[in-house]
């Protein structure tokens, strides 16, 4: 499950103006940071030479060697004047503040080979050495690691480049990373060719042949999406595409391609976008299309009504077009939550799905935001005001991050009864949208999508044949249009939905990190937490493995239970004790053993990512520096309420959420509050350290008022598979990914979904790109050992599905 919203304010990177000096002589040269490295190289070619940059008498920047400055390089970028810029790191300073790129020698040795010269990679990675050294500049992208960040990507001329060169003719570079501006939190980049152009002229230079600096297009400011643009032919980028889906027990990561698309979605007014009945796409957010589709609000109301629900939509086309006989048509995915932002997640990982699947076969990627989510209307935000919603959410932590005592669950009870109150009043429009949310009346939306998809499919094609005898043959009533799906955790519900309600429907159907859809219905969270504790334990244990480079550790510990019992004292010592603290915004609050357990099992989602700040944060709080503890609740300060509204922003995640689970699920409001101290208890035995934190998810519907109009409750299961698309019966078996270690998604969630799909495979490899060509699945029980491990520098570019 991901429950943490999206924002969508956006921070541009301005021009570092910097001055240099070397020698100890005065100021040399002014101007940005890569033109002062460009006029540099000119002055001093490869000589060394100590380099300090500032930008006051205050400041200093760095040279890239030293990232331990006193002020983030980030924060300049950002033309952030504030020195408490860098107290928002929710990550330490030191970690992962390069990377290496062996993956793009190939790229380098390319521009080599005209020259004859012939240099290896030189894997070791160490300060000293080599025997020439040269900074520099390339450009690239940068997307959070954060999932709970505001700031989706960037742009950047300026990624900072110490290139090495080594005796044997090796050579190697550390590519500095960036710091987001909206969390701090270090990025990884993905690089365009200017990587291994500025490297192999360094090379070129160094063998003493003459040759000319590699372009450089000056100014300050955004760059250029033209300097940004990356050559999907280029070797690099071949070398890119070849990369598959990896699975790292239990979080979804995937060899990434290398992107130039501004992923900001407040910069794109999708009031401008008309709703229409028919589905017809305008170009938005840099080589995207998006439409706002309409839908009947009641699919069940046989009357006439002009209510209307306007869903917004993105793709990201196929490299090919429509009527290429290598076209594989469109995968929709959706990024679970519920109630996250399809479009946001096609913005951030729409390429790195479609270079999972494209193969023989190129698929277009397509998404969009279900009923009340994001930027379809009406929302489901129950709040007039950001000060109201801020108001609400402080109040509720009064008592949500306590026990589960008969006592405190009565007023945990009746602000959930008040919150259910609040979002079941009638909207402008005369009635509640969260009414009309749940997963039914979305997977009802989708065949009328997969229709309007078809339909425009067909119209192109006829617009591009030359003659009238060349128009398609319309098709049979058994041929109709059929979905090609991918969805992450609660959209393997929402498949499953659409599998059991419409299986004649259905071509492909991979669903990730698999929910049960009886517990669903049910309201009954306890199978998810079948491995919860494992994903605790592999922490701990990876943890002792990793020794000095896992903060947590020590030198006198035997076992990783040294760490883990550490960590448990200070549990134990927050539950006797909450500790006061101030939040970022200067907002006083307290760190409670809840908040602290919460912030654990986020961090099981994403552990090669998230399992270093993780530990930083629990050794930072046993030294009583709770700073990062804190920053880990996303914890701000009260919303200022003469701030207006940032466009496109999207608060209301958490309230999308309840209207789908409680929708979705069984009426539970007449249960006492004796029930739910039975129901935390009984999670709590499953999971003693999260239990609790997944109970009150269905404890959230104790006081939800609006029931939903149209509801499916099963049963959960499809006819066996046939592959030439005979009525009522899916074109191929479902593909079901789980992990081997999973801390709400358990594998044996997704062996118990697969006995009602016959012929479905359940898998914990990486084989989607056969599957969605053609359909055919893995030996059963296939696995692969993962590529990458928490702890350890990762060689391939990554994102995180959602999960």
Not at 123 to 150: L, Q, W
Not at 171 to 181: I, L, P, S, T
Not at 254 to 279: G, K, M, Q, R
Request: proline letters at 7%; aromatic letters at 10%; one cysteine or more.
């Amino acid at each position: 499950m991901q429950t943490p919203g999206f924002a969508n304010s956006r921070g541009q990177y301005p021009t570092a103006q910097t001055s240099i000096s070397g020698f100890g002589q005065g100021p040399l040269l002014t101007g940005s940071l890569g033109e002062a490295a460009e006029q540099l190289e000119q002055r001093f070619a490869a000589t060394p030479f100590a380099l300090s940059a500032f930008t006051g008498s205050d400041t200093e920047i760095f040279h890239p060697r030293f990232h331990r400055i006193s002020k983030p390089i980030d924060s300049l970028l950002h033309n952030d004047p504030s020195p408490a810029a860098d107290s928002t790191s929710t990550m330490p300073r030191g970690t992962r503040a390069w990377s290496l790129f062996p993956e793009h020698h190939g790229s380098v040795e390319d521009l080599l080979q005209d020259e004859g010269l012939d240099f290896d990679f030189n894997h070791t990675d160490r300060e000293s050495g080599h025997i020439k050294e040269y900074d520099t500049n390339v450009m690239g992208r940068f997307a959070c690691p954060n999932a709970n960040c505001t700031q989706l990507g960037w742009s950047s001329k300026k990624i900072a480049v110490w290139i090495r060169l080594y005796s044997g003719s090796r050579y190697n570079a550390r590519v500095y990373n960036q710091r987001c501006k909206s969390c701090n939190s270090l990025s990884r980049p993905t690089l365009d060719d200017s990587y291994a152009e500025r490297i192999a002229y360094r090379l070129k230079k160094w063998s003493n042949i003459e040759v000319e600096p590699p372009h450089y297009s000056g100014g300050s400011g955004k760059p250029h999406e033209r300097d940004l643009s990356f050559d999907h032919t280029s070797p690099s980028s071949t070398q890119a595409a070849m990369g598959t889906f990896i699975r790292v027990l239990g979080w979804a990561t995937l060899v990434s391609i290398a992107i130039s698309v501004n992923t900001d979605t407040s910069d794109f007014d999708w009031n401008a976008v008309e709703p229409s009945w028919h589905l017809r796409y305008s170009p938005c957010y840099d080589g995207f299309q998006c439409a706002r589709l309409l839908m009947p609000l009641d699919w069940l109301d046989v009357e006439p009504s002009n209510e209307t629900v306007a869903l917004s939509m993105i793709k990201l086309p196929a490299a090919v077009d429509c009527n290429d006989a290598s076209f594989g048509g469109t995968v929709i995915t959706n990024p679970g939550g519920p109630g996250s932002s399809g479009v946001r997640h096609v913005l951030k990982n729409g390429r790195y799905m479609q270079t999972m699947m494209d193969g023989e076969k190129h698929f277009e990627i397509m998404s969009f935001d279900p009923r009340g989510v994001a930027h379809s209307k009406p929302a489901a935000d129950c709040y007039a005001s950001e000060p109201a919603r801020t108001a609400a959410a402080w109040q509720s932590r009064g008592f949500t991050n306590f026990d589960a005592s008969a006592e405190n669950l009565k007023y945990q009870k009746a602000f959930a009864a008040a919150r259910g109150l609040q979002c079941a009043k009638p909207g402008p429009h005369g009635y509640a949208i969260q009414e009309y949310m749940a997963t039914a009346s979305v997977a009802r939306d989708m065949v009328r999508i997969i229709d309007e998809i078809e339909s425009l499919h067909q119209k192109t094609l006829a617009q591009k044949l030359q003659h009238e005898a060349q128009k398609p043959v319309t098709s049979k009533p058994d041929n109709v249009a059929r979905l090609q799906y991918y969805g992450t955790s609660y959209g393997t519900f929402l498949g499953n939905t659409f599998m059991s309600m419409f299986p004649g429907r259905v071509k492909r159907m991979v669903l990730d990190g698999v929910i049960v859809p009886e517990d669903w219905v049910a309201a009954d969270w306890y199978s998810s937490l079948l491995d919860s504790e494992k994903a605790l334990e592999y922490f701990y244990r990876s943890c002792f493995e990793a020794t000095a480079k896992c903060p947590l550790t020590k030198s006198s510990d035997h076992s990783w239970h040294s760490i883990r019992d550490r960590v448990r004292t200070l549990l134990g010592e927050l539950e006797a004790s909450p500790r006061p603290a101030l939040t970022q915004g200067g907002t006083e609050t307290i760190i409670t053993a809840g908040m602290v357990r919460s912030s654990i099992f986020k961090a099981l989602y994403q552990p090669i990512d998230k399992f270093e700040p993780l530990a930083e944060s629990l050794a930072s709080a046993l030294q009583d520096n709770y700073t990062l503890l804190v920053q880990n609740t996303g914890l701000g300060h009260p919303a200022d309420g003469c701030t207006p509204k940032k466009p496109g922003e999207y608060n209301w995640l958490g309230l999308s959420s309840s209207a789908i689970v409680c929708g979705d699920a069984q009426d539970v409001t007449h249960h006492d509050e004796h029930y739910w101290q039975g129901y935390f208890e009984k999670l709590g035995d499953r999971s003693p350290e999260f239990g609790h934190n997944v109970a009150k998810i269905p404890f959230t519907c104790s006081g939800w008022k609006s029931r939903p109009k149209y509801r499916f409750t099963g049963p959960f299961s499809s006819p066996e598979s046939d592959p030439s698309n005979k009525q009522e019966r899916p074109s191929a078996p479902a593909l079901l990914l789980s992990s081997w270690i999973d801390p709400i998604t358990p594998l044996q969630n997704a062996h118990r979904v697969s006995k009602s799909h016959p012929g479905s495979r359940v898998l914990s490899q990486r084989v989607v790109r056969t599957y969605m060509a053609t359909g055919a699945l893995p030996d059963e029980g296939a696995q692969c050992e993962p590529d990458c491990v928490p702890w350890e520098q990762c060689d391939d570019e990554r994102t995180s599905l959602p999960r």
